[in-house]
Each structure stands twice: as structure tokens, then as C-alpha cells.
């Protein structure tokens, strides 16, 4: 198996009301190049600070994250930086994260922010504004990022994700602020990207048919207790 991310013994807590409260207990994962997987689970069983540990936002208690060939263990920090530093490449030249709020910078116009995306992953910008127009938003290019609605800029971020062709998309709940038949349209387009390019898919969803889609199911809500 050509391996693209795996990640072995993931420990997470967080303190609420001065207790620890275990969100990610001895998780392991494998993902291949091509293959996707479903995250699904109740509200605050951990999807999302899985989603961000797999991407370097945050930093496991206990396990290692092997991506793209780099490693990163959370018992042998590293020192100056470079833990940091090698995450912050990888997540602007490999890999795509769309948060549940679209982190677009306010003050770029919607093509300009897809095409900062595609520079910075060292990408062709011209086919820019061909992204916009397949997510249905083409007419709003010009338009910043206070001038549109939550779903709109959903589809701008998730626009900025398919310019950079990453090698690996994590995904938290992509389409939740758009209506379904929007939603539809757009999930088939970032499957169309992964079967596309043969990049990897994670994918955090409370939607039992999307999550039926992909390759791989794994429900944080119903795993055993170490």
C-alpha cells in the first residue's frame, strides 16, 4: 500500500471545569494515496482536533503522525521551530484543510485569494477563476470575502483547496452551511478532485450518505475505551 498519512497512538485531553476530559484515546489511522475516509460522531468526540493534529494545528499528548514522508512524534520535539516549520510547508504546498468557518483573507478579493492559494503551492493561477465558476460562484470573483454569504465563502475556501492540488484534503463538515442541493454539487466535485488526482481525502461529516462514500469509516463516537 502506497502509504500517504498515518498516525499511531493518539492521546488528546483537554481540561473542563479543572478535569481532564480525554477527547482522542490510542487512535490509529492509515490512509493511502486515492483512498478517502469518513469521520463521523457526535458533537465532541473529537473530529475536529483529529482533523488538526493530522494537519499540525495541534499537538498530540502521546502518538506519532507520518505524512507525505515527513514524521512527527510527540514524545521528540524538535528544537528551533522545525516541527512547526515542516507543518507549515506541508499544509501550504500539500495539504488542503477546509475548516468549518472559511479562513479567507478579508482583505482579497475571491479570485485573489484563490490565486494566493495556487502561488503559494507553487501552482499555475490561471485556472483560478475556472474553480470559482465551477462552484457556482464565478460571478462573484471580484467580490471580498464580507460581501458574500457563509455558504458562498464555504465554496470560495473550498475553491482555494482544489487550485493548490494537494496531495492530502481534511475536511470538517465542508458543506455544512450550504443548502442540499448545493452540497450535492459540491461533494461531487471534490470526490471528481480525489478520483482526479488520486489525492487523499479525510472527511469530518454528520451526513450518513456522504460519509457512505468514501473508502474508509471510522465513528469517534462508538469507539471502545482503552
Keep these: 500500500m502506497d502509504s500517504l498519512l498515518s498516525a499511531r497512538g493518539l492521546n488528546k485531553q483537554f481540561v473542563s471545569g479543572g478535569e481532564p476530559v480525554s477527547v482522542l484515546t490510542d487512535?490509529?489511522?492509515?490512509?493511502?494515496r486515492g483512498e478517502s475516509l469518513a469521520l463521523t460522531g457526535r458533537s465532541g468526540s473529537g473530529k475536529s482536533t483529529l482533523l488538526n493534529i493530522l494537519c499540525?494545528?495541534?499537538?498530540?499528548d502521546a502518538g506519532r503522525v507520518e505524512v507525505l514522508g515527513e514524521s512527527f512524534d510527540s514524545q521528540r520535539p524538535e528544537a528551533g521551530g522545525k516541527t512547526g516549520t515542516r507543518w507549515g510547508n506541508l499544509r501550504?504546498?500539500?495539504?488542503?484543510?477546509?475548516f468549518q468557518e472559511a479562513n479567507l483573507m478579508p482583505a482579497l478579493s475571491l479570485l485573489d485569494n484563490v490565486r494566493l492559494r495556487a502561488r503559494l503551492a507553487g501552482h499555475e493561477q490561471r485556472n483560478c477563476q475556472d474553480w470559482l465558476e465551477r462552484l457556482g460562484i464565478g460571478e462573484l470573483a471580484a467580490r471580498y470575502p464580507d460581501q458574500i454569504s457563509g455558504g458562498q465563502r464555504q465554496r470560495a475556501a473550498l475553491a482555494m483547496?482544489?487550485?493548490?492540488?494537494?496531495?492530502?484534503i481534511l475536511a470538517d463538515e465542508p458543506t455544512g452551511s450550504l443548502d442540499r442541493h448545493t452540497a450535492g454539487a459540491v461533494i461531487g466535485q471534490l470526490?471528481?478532485?480525489?478520483?482526479?488526482?488520486?489525492c487523499g481525502l479525510i472527511l469530518a461529516t454528520h451526513d450518513p450518505e456522504l460519509a457512505a462514500?468514501?473508502?474508509?469509516?471510522?465513528?469517534?463516537?462508538?469507539?471502545?475505551e482503552v
Design 56 to 60: 499540525g494545528l495541534e499537538t498530540p
Design 27 to 32: 487512535l490509529s489511522l492509515e490512509l493511502a
Design 191 to 198: 470526490f471528481e478532485l480525489q478520483a482526479r488526482h488520486g
Design 213 to 224: 462514500r468514501c473508502s474508509q469509516h471510522l465513528d469517534l463516537g462508538h469507539r471502545p
Design 92 to 98: 501550504r504546498q500539500q495539504i488542503g484543510v477546509v
Design 161 to 168: 483547496v482544489f487550485a493548490m492540488k494537494p496531495a492530502l
